[in-house]
């Protein structure tokens, strides 16, 4: 009988490696010999499981955009009113700061999502599935009666989307400008003027 192969465990090996040597190193000065050394192999070696570094790194970001998506969504999912909801979706999507691993690899990957149409693809997918899950809170907080939104429901959605990723720039900068609690309340700032409600915690 043939033995199971171990491949699969030796790329997600590897993926794992990837993501240390890039938030270590950053993309741009980010080597295969970095990986390589990381994980104890030589770099033909990774060759092997993954054909160029550019390959294991959409594998990195295929991953850290699901485990980011799929946080928020739950997050968003945790209750049915669309106050807590959105609240919620809003805690969910600023980085705790410069050490936040999840957010690094994004914002890292996303750099080369302005030269690669593979990683600027899944760079769009990940702005868009947040953007859906704000609008559908947006109008079900409408439908319900609990929010006047100030505008139509994508376009707020957008608009905070895009100042989550303002603000996360700042905050896993090596000296933030500000804090991810002052990013909070700016953000949330802007919920309450384009949903005319308070949004106080209801929990």
Do not use: W
């Amino acid at each position: 009988m043939a033995r199971p192969s171990k491949a699969p465990e030796r790329r997600a090996e590897l993926i794992e490696v990837a993501k240390q040597a890039l938030v270590e190193h950053g993309v741009l000065n980010l080597r295969l010999r970095d990986i390589a050394e990381g994980a104890g192999l030589s770099s033909g070696s990774v060759l092997y499981y993954f054909p160029t570094l550019a390959d294991l790194l959409q594998e990195v970001q295929r991953e850290a955009v699901a485990r980011f998506c799929s946080a928020r969504e739950r997050a968003a999912s945790a209750t049915k009113d669309p106050v807590g909801r959105l609240l919620s979706m809003i805690r969910s999507g600023l980085p705790t700061g410069p050490d936040d691993e999840l957010c690094v690899l994004l914002y890292e990957l996303g750099t080369i999502a302005r030269r690669d149409p593979v990683y600027a693809a899944r760079h769009i997918t990940l702005y868009e599935q947040q953007v859906r899950i704000y609008t559908g809170i947006l109008e079900a907080g409408a439908a319900t009666g609990e929010f006047t939104l100030t505008a139509d429901a994508v376009s707020i959605a957008r608009n905070l989307v895009a100042l989550e990723d303002g603000y996360g720039l700042h905050l896993t900068q090596a000296v933030p400008t500000l804090e991810t609690g002052t990013a909070e309340a700016m953000l949330l700032s802007y919920a309450r003027t384009a949903t005319t409600n308070p949004l106080e915690d209801r929990s």
